[in-house]
């Protein structure tokens, strides 16, 4: 157990909905990343927060969309949804270390089915 | 461009035989390179992962890599491997913006 939970583990919908993954980091992390990961892209960065502000962006759509609270946890929103969207998605939490080094441990991710 | 390969995307290995699980690197910089494994059904758990000082780093259920900088390579190594490991191995570079930029994956079988 990485420490790292998110809710739900499942998630099936149809296109055009909307979604919302939920995430909580490990005690005391303050960074929170989002992967997607699928059969033909393998896995993906979407997008990094840490203490509750947007740090970096990777290959994430204009439909999706994240945040990160106060109490640090995060929260990916999926919108206007399609069939490529099906995918299972991973956050990862890390704590950075002197030197600037970091390790990501990742929670059992959220499978996303669109039909 | 940051870059990971994995040249082998499957491997069978009987059990109790050793395995070597290739990773080749692309990046500019000193990089942190870690090894992530993943169950069926299952979540990301790490490995091993290696920052600075001894090549050779030891890590979790008796896996260990080897950094090798002149070859830009992190093999994954088990001197005898049991049927519960079978799974899928991620290589993985951590770029200077804290995102991971992972290979494609290794799935590994055991034969019994």
């Known amino acids: 157990d990485s420490g790292v939970t998110q809710t739900p583990k499942h998630l099936i919908t149809a296109t055009g909905q909307r979604v919302t993954l939920r995430c909580s980091p490990r005690?005391?992390?303050?960074?929170v990343y989002w992967y997607q990961q699928s059969l033909d892209q393998g896995l993906q960065f979407l997008i990094h927060y840490y203490n509750g502000e947007e740090r970096a962006k990777g290959n994430i759509l204009e439909r999706f969309s994240a945040q990160q609270f106060p109490d640090l946890h995060s929260e990916l929103n999926l919108s206007s949804l399609e069939l490529g969207d099906s995918a299972l998605y991973f956050c990862a939490s890390s704590a950075l270390t002197s030197g600037g080094q970091e390790t990501q441990y990742f929670g059992p991710g959220t499978r996303l089915l669109v039909l | 461009a940051q870059s990971v390969t994995q040249p082998d995307i499957h491997i069978t290995v009987s059990e109790g035989a050793s395995l070597e699980s290739r990773c080749n690197y692309s990046y500019g910089a000193t990089p942190y390179l870690f090894w992530y494994v993943q169950s069926p059904g299952q979540g990301l758990q790490l490995l091993l992962k290696?920052?600075?000082?001894?090549?050779l780093v030891q890590g979790i259920k008796g896996f260990e890599a080897e950094f090798k900088r002149s070859q830009s390579s992190f093999n994954l190594r088990k001197p005898s491997v049991h049927w519960s490991d079978a799974a899928e191995y991620f290589c993985a570079v951590g770029s200077n913006t804290g995102k991971l930029i992972f290979g494609q994956g290794t799935t590994l079988q055991v034969k019994p």
């Open positions: 290696y920052f600075s000082g001894d090549t």
């Open positions: 005690s005391g992390d303050l960074s």
